[in-house]
C-alpha cells in the first residue's frame, strides 16, 4: 500500500503558475505509474495528466497540454505538477493517484489503486 498527499494548491491570478506536489510513503514510489486528476464543484472528476514508473514518458489532457508538466523524482518518492498559464477554468480539487497495474500511463481513474487527499487550486480572473 502506498499513502500520497498532494501539497501546493492555494489562489492564483489568471495568468499565473503553481506547483504541486504529491509526496507519497509505504511501498516503492517507482513501482506505480502516477496520474494527476481533477474535480470542479458540480463536475466529474477528469484526468489531467500521467507520467510511466520512470518518468520517460508523459500524457495530458487536451485542456492542459502545452501548460502544465508533469515529472517525477523516485530518489523523493514526489510526482510534480508545474501548471503555467492557468485559467480560471483550471480551477479545482487535484488530486494525485498511484497505479501498480498500468504497464505504462493511463487516463483512466479507475485504473488507479490509491489516491490522496486532493489539494484546492483556484484561479482568479
Known amino acids: 500500500q502506498v499513502q500520497l498527499v498532494e501539497s501546493g494548491g492555494g489562489l492564483v491570478q489568471a495568468g499565473g503558475s503553481m506547483s504541486l506536489s504529491c509526496a507519497a510513503s509505504g511501498r516503492t514510489f517507482s513501482g506505480y505509474a502516477m496520474g494527476w486528476f481533477r474535480q470542479a464543484p458540480g463536475k466529474e472528476r477528469e484526468f489531467v495528466s500521467a507520467?510511466?514508473?520512470?518518468?520517460?514518458?508523459?500524457y495530458y489532457a487536451d485542456s492542459v497540454s502545452g501548460r502544465f508538466k508533469i515529472s517525477r523524482d523516485n530518489a523523493k518518492n514526489t510526482v510534480y505538477l508545474h501548471m503555467n498559464s492557468l485559467k480560471p477554468e483550471d480551477t479545482a480539487v487535484y488530486y494525485c493517484?498511484?497505479?501498480?497495474?498500468?504497464?505504462?500511463?493511463?487516463?483512466?481513474?479507475?485504473?488507479?489503486?490509491?489516491w490522496g487527499q486532493g489539494t484546492q487550486v483556484t484561479v482568479s480572473s
Open positions: 507520467i510511466t514508473r520512470t518518468g520517460e514518458s508523459t
Open positions: 493517484a498511484a497505479g501498480q497495474r498500468i504497464i505504462t500511463l493511463s487516463a483512466i481513474s479507475s485504473m488507479y489503486d490509491y
